[in-house]
């Protein structure tokens, strides 16, 4: 089975505070992505990449950077984080044209 | 726009009904189709996809049909039970392209 696994469920950290979220998957996917998830908004895509150190801009990507320096790894980082980044955010995976499988979702808080 | 969206919000059903979600799509060169289960705190979970190619795709008390003509597409969950209970979106994807968009999601709620 894929396997996408966010290595933080929930985190409340500061406002001003720099946050790493962490992506892994097993499957030798391509391309990874990064997605947040509000209520009324569904799922809005942040970055995306579909190499190691390659990177591409989603729908939303101020106030967000990211990293990818091994194939299975992609990592997104708050610089520094604001209120209204408190959300659900959700990891995904795939292989060019294949169904994309995604993570259980880290829940962030800022305060 | 291209846009992905579902017919209604919300969606109850008594247990062992059969249920109908709808999702209608404006792009009508996309070519791969995909219905998504979340469950509450939990990431999207893969449930059954089609490709252009087709019109009917089954699976285990799943079927999802595509009709290209009105660009519609539908999940059809047999003897609903409650752990079906769940929020459903559908996605659509042009394969060469790659982007994903995905509807805003029908909730499902399961009488007993």
């Known amino acids: 089975d894929v396997k996408v696994t966010q290595s933080s469920r929930y985190l409340v950290k500061r406002t001003g505070e720099k946050v790493f979220l962490e992506c892994v998957q097993d499957?030798?996917?391509?391309?990874m992505f990064w997605y947040r998830q509000d209520p009324g908004l569904g799922l809005r895509l942040i970055y995306f990449?579909?190499?190691?150190?390659?990177?591409e801009k989603g729908d939303i990507p101020e106030g967000y950077s990211v990293s990818r320096e091994k194939k299975e790894r992609f990592s997104l980082i708050l610089e520094s984080a604001s209120t209204n980044q408190t959300s659900m955010y959700l990891c995904?995976?795939?292989?060019?044209?294949?169904?994309?499988?995604f993570g259980e979702g880290s829940w962030l808080t800022v305060v | 726009g291209e846009s992905v969206g579902l017919h209604l919000p919300t969606l109850s059903v008594q247990e062992g009904d059969n249920s109908i979600i709808n999702c209608a799509y404006s792009?009508?060169?996309?070519?791969?189709f995909i219905w998504y289960k979340q469950e509450s705190g939990k990431g999207p979970q893969f449930i059954i996809d089609?490709?252009?190619?087709?019109d009917k795709r089954q699976g285990q008390r799943v079927t999802v049909l595509l009709n290209k003509t009105v660009k519609h597409l539908s999940l059809q969950i047999a003897a609903t039970q409650p752990g079906d209970s769940a929020v459903y979106f559908c996605?659509?994807?042009?394969?060469?392209?790659?982007?994903?968009?995905f509807g805003p999601g029908t909730s499902l709620s399961v009488i007993p």
């Open positions: 995904a995976s795939n292989s060019l044209g294949d169904t994309i499988y």
């Open positions: 499957m030798d996917h391509e391309n």
């Open positions: 990449s579909y190499d190691v150190k390659m990177k």
């Open positions: 792009n009508s060169a996309s070519d791969y």
């Open positions: 089609i490709r252009s190619n087709m």
């Open positions: 996605a659509e994807e042009k394969t060469s392209y790659d982007k994903v968009i």
